[in-house]
């Protein structure tokens, strides 16, 4: 079987979770965007400050064959025309 050089899957929120690493980096992401007077929902994050609302019910898990890896989560209020925006964690 030859292994792809790149990987790239849509997982949920339990993926996530089970990965602890990436998992206490979305918590600290929250975190930081609570400090801004933000409001959490259980699937997103929200900063007044810095108008980003992120869903953490899902990300884009990309994998290299080398084992780098990253998931990246999908801004969900995105300005129309504004291009696409997200955040990465990458490990």
Same mark, same amino acid.
Do not use: C
């Given at each position: 079987?030859? &292994? &792809? ?8 929120? =339990? ?7 990436? @998992?206490?980096?979305?918590? &600290?992401? &929250?975190? =930081?965007?609570? #400090? ?11 900063? #007044?400050?810095?108008?980003? =609302?992120?869903?953490? #019910?899902?990300?884009? *898990?990309?994998?290299? =064959?080398?084992? *780098?890896?990253?998931?990246?989560? @999908?801004?969900?209020?995105?300005? #129309? *025309? ?10």
């Amino acid at each position: 079987m030859v &292994k &792809k050089p790149i990987s790239i899957s849509t997982i949920q929120r =339990e993926q996530i979770i089970a990965n602890k690493q990436v @998992w206490s980096s979305v918590e &600290k992401l &929250k975190t =930081e965007l609570l #400090d801004f007077n933000a409001i959490q929902q259980n699937r997103t994050a929200y900063s #007044d400050s810095t108008g980003l =609302e992120i869903n953490t #019910d899902f990300a884009t *898990y990309i994998e290299f =064959e080398n084992g *780098y890896h990253s998931y990246t989560f @999908w801004v969900t209020n995105t300005p #129309d *025309y504004g291009g696409l925006q997200n955040v990465l964690i990458s490990l």
